[in-house]
């Protein structure tokens, strides 16, 4: 019964499923109130199954401890990411979908993310330390992947497009395997912190991890069948209209964020830092190394190229926020001042999407 408590959200969110299903044909015709009602509903519903998906990822990675529990915590967002992504490509044509979610996720992860945990955490504790070689790790992994996936397809002509896609692929499994076994192996100190004391989920030491794994991935598919309702509605909604057509995008990467936010910003207040740093730029890695490759693999099969390559906008703000990451994450502590910075840009990139320019 505890466990079915917990679950309220997932319980709401099938019928919803139910209701979405029966009516999604009806808000398309009519329009209006309540297509974007309806919409907004399932957006909400789908939010929600995203948090338990955290919650139970957190549960795993407190038990595990760090680095395994980011690794949970990003792989279980970025599952969502992918799943939600690989529906909405369904839909109408949108060839720069993946890319679109990609930079947004990115601008989330690190400029959100990073930005408000900096000011949280600077606020209430100072200046909060974590350790400064998993900061240069993940930098460094995230310039080369970024580079090879989103910025040389600029200069790949058509004719070529295939070999280099089946190339990237290759290039991003591999980084990702060898980023996971340095990671958890000969570099795991990196990205531990020996101040950090992890706190268990209390109402549930006793539950076994096999409930947590099952519910996780029976939600994750949840997930996928609200988004084939809200990739109808979205397409329906945007059809004719003159809001931004990188939305989709920027929810795709709110779905995904938004428990990785709360769990950062917790993390901050608790003056664990070096969660909050796995976090955001774990999480960008994460989307990176297996959000292109998937999408690749697709535009592969599909014969059909995915525009990965980054406008001037894109690779400006990313270059900005690439520039501030290096600057602030160089000597293994964080203030408010350096979040101010990353939320400036993170603000910038609102601003750009409200007008349509990215």
Request: with cysteine; glycine share 8%; charged share 10%.
């Amino acid at each position: 019964m505890k466990y079915m408590k917990s679950e309220f959200p997932i319980a709401i969110a099938l019928v919803l499923l139910g209701l979405g299903f029966a009516l999604e044909h009806s808000a398309v015709a009519q329009g209006g109130a309540l297509l974007w009602g309806l919409l907004l509903v399932i957006l909400a519903a789908v939010i929600g199954v995203a948090f338990r998906i955290a919650h139970h990822a957190e549960v795993l990675a407190l038990r595990f401890g760090e680095p395994y529990g980011t690794l949970i915590l990003t792989t279980a967002a970025v599952s969502v990411e992918v799943v939600i992504l690989i529906v909405l490509l369904q839909g109408a044509p949108n060839p720069t979908l993946a890319r679109d979610t990609v930079f947004a996720a990115i601008m989330f992860d690190i400029n959100g993310i990073l930005g408000l945990a900096a000011i949280v955490g600077g606020l209430r504790h100072g200046s909060a330390k974590y350790n400064v070689d998993s900061a240069n790790s993940f930098i460094a992994m995230l310039l080369v992947a970024i580079g090879i996936g989103m910025f040389i397809p600029d200069f790949v002509p058509e004719e070529k497009w295939l070999f280099y896609s089946a190339f990237s692929v290759c290039v991003m499994v591999v980084m990702y395997i060898a980023f996971l076994r340095l990671q958890t192996v000969e570099h795991r100190k990196f990205f531990e912190y020996s101040a950090e004391i992890d706190e268990e989920v209390h109402d549930e030491v006793h539950s076994p991890n096999s409930l947590h794994v099952a519910i996780m991935l029976g939600a994750i598919v949840l997930v996928g069948l609200l988004s084939e309702v809200l990739s109808v509605l979205l397409d329906a909604g945007l059809t004719g209209s003159s809001l931004p057509k990188s939305i989709p995008a920027v929810l795709v990467a709110l779905i995904s964020a938004s428990p990785e936010i709360l769990t950062a910003l917790k993390a901050a207040q608790q003056n664990r830092m070096q969660t909050t740093v796995n976090i955001a730029l774990g999480a960008s890695l994460a989307t990176v190394l297996l959000t292109l490759p998937v999408i690749e693999a697709i535009a592969l099969f599909n014969g059909e190229r995915i525009n990965m390559a980054l406008t001037p906008v894109q690779g400006g703000m990313l270059l900005l926020t690439f520039l501030a990451v290096m600057n602030n994450l160089h000597d293994g502590e964080t203030n408010a001042i350096e979040g101010i910075s990353h939320f400036a840009l993170f603000a910038a990139f609102i601003a750009l999407v409200m007008m349509g320019v990215v």
